[in-house]
């Protein structure tokens, strides 16, 4: 690794890079299939990434004509990752083991170390001969959208796709790791003004947030729009914020604590809610809510804004979902992406009929999303909210601080970079589209 890594560092050119011998082994963070009990019993918030995640030398998988090896210089930790990690809700390695069934490239995929991880930054290093548009030495960032473009169903909105798969969570060889083993699709050019840790930490929320708010896949925001956005320091959410001030909507942000309130006005998010100082208590007991709650709830937000909101931006899920669909304006679009808090959702239906409102289901991204997501970076509209960094050795402490919530914004993690702040091809660009915004949130130290 220490003559890829050379090649990389002295900007060696892609002939010479792909002359570069690969080694047989490399460093990855993995799970492994022989501890997937190791956490019985455990309640969910208490079980530790720390145990499970592993980082050690894992086999390098022979090439696919369709793939590229990227030398990863940083890559990010995404909730996937932490899902992974407690083995809820489900083992990954059910998702290996079916991918692995498929193909006979699909079946180098069913290992008993699933190498996790679903952003980088780095290098193309080798690429199979299929790939066109790619080759050695192109800088890139890698989306997580993994698809078959022989299965028909994939050739409308790829996000529709039979067997679409997440990159690094549905699949192996992710990209929490020296070298990650990615489709060419997968492929977008990495944001010249950023380094290889600011450019690392946007793919996947990125995307998932431009395609909840932007994309008409999802519940795009007009002028004027309302937009409740849950998290909204969060991975997801402080994507999520950006955009609806792009698109001149009027952010609701929900957040919990005062440092994240004030990161969300320096953000130019003038309505914040503190739900842990509001107090909120949307459910009763485990199996009531409490609709005095979400009316008081729904009060604090118009009482902001002036009305209710046109769009709710969820994935929080059961704790918040009953609050969500009934705050939300008569015709708005609820959009979710997920249920941290639980997968199985209450509301009061009525609200929902009687007020003509949409639940919206959304995932990731198509290629077209996330290179559009991706475009918006590479222009400085949207600016990376990289929070903390982390060794790739520390990768267990790195997601714990996700699954606990400690963190605001992304974490990103140095794979092969060996420091922070490297990568950054063009300073004029930064400094026009302005250091401070880049750095915001890794400045906040909240
Ligand atoms: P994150 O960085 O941990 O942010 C989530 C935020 O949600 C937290 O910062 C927290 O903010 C808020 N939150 C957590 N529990 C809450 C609760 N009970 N009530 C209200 N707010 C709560 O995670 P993320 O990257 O944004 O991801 C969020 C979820 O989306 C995860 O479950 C992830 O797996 C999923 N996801 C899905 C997709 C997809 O494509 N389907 C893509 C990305 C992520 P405050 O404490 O400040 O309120």
Redesign the pocket.
């Known amino acids: 690794m220490n003559e890829i890594l050379q090649a990389v560092l002295d900007g060696a050119d892609g002939a010479e890079l792909g002359e570069v011998e690969l080694p047989e082994t490399y460093r990855a963070a993995f799970v492994s299939r022989d501890d997937v009990d190791m956490f019985k019993g455990v309640e969910s918030s208490k079980k530790d990434p720390r145990r499970s995640l592993h980082v050690g030398q894992a086999p390098l998988p022979e090439l696919a004509p369709d793939e590229a090896f990227v030398a990863v210089m940083a890559s990010s930790i995404?909730?996937?990752t932490?899902?992974s990690s407690i083995f809820e809700p489900l083992p990954t390695f059910g998702f290996l083991d079916r991918l692995g069934k498929e193909s006979y490239w699909g079946a180098r995929h069913a290992l008993d170390r699933h190498v996790v991880g679903s952003d980088a930054s780095g290098v193309v290093l080798r690429t199979g001969s299929m790939v066109r548009n790619w080759r050695p030495g192109d800088k890139v960032t890698v989306h997580c959208n993994y698809v078959d473009d022989q299965d028909p169903s994939a050739h409308d909105d790829s996000m529709l796709a039979s067997n679409q798969r997440?990159w690094g969570f549905e699949t192996n060889f992710g990209g929490l790791a020296d070298i990650a083993v990615v489709k060419a699709n997968q492929l977008m050019e990495k944001p010249r003004h950023l380094s290889w840790e600011e450019a690392a930490v946007n793919a996947?929320?990125n995307s998932?947030a431009y395609r909840m708010l932007a994309s008409r896949n999802g519940a795009p925001v007009t002028q004027g729009d309302r937009v409740l956005v849950?998290?909204?320091?969060?991975?997801?959410?402080s994507f999520a914020v950006q955009y609806v001030l792009n698109g001149g909507g009027i952010p609701v942000a929900?957040?919990?604590?005062e440092s994240?309130v004030r990161l969300l006005k320096a953000m130019g998010v003038e309505a914040v809610i503190d739900?842990a100082s509001a107090g909120y208590k949307f459910w009763k007991d485990q199996h009531n809510q409490d609709e005095a709650e979400w009316r008081r709830f729904g009060k604090d937000v118009r009482a902001l804004v002036g009305d209710d909101p046109d769009i709710v931006f969820e994935?929080?899920g059961r704790?918040?979902m009953g609050a969500s669909v009934f705050a939300c304006k008569r015709a708005g679009t609820v959009v979710t992406?997920?249920?941290?808090?639980g997968y199985m959702i209450e509301y009061d239906n009525r609200h929902l009929w009687m007020k003509l409102k949409t639940i919206k289901g959304?995932?990731?991204a198509n290629y077209r999303e996330a290179w559009d997501a991706n475009e918006l970076v590479c222009e400085g509209k949207i600016v990376p909210p990289l929070s903390a960094v982390y060794e790739l050795s520390d990768v267990g402490e790195a997601a714990y601080q996700?699954h606990r919530?400690l963190?605001?914004?992304?974490i990103g993690v140095l794979c092969l970079a060996p420091r922070e702040g490297m990568g950054i091809e063009d300073q004029e660009m930064r400094e026009r589209i302005g250091v401070d915004r880049i750095t915001l949130f890794r400045r906040s130290g909240a």
């Open positions: 995404n909730f996937n932490v899902w997440i996947l929320c998932t849950w998290g909204a320091s969060g991975g997801l959410g929900v957040v919990s604590s994240k739900r994935h929080p704790q918040t992406c997920a249920a941290t808090s959304s995932h990731f996700v919530n963190h605001e914004g992304k």
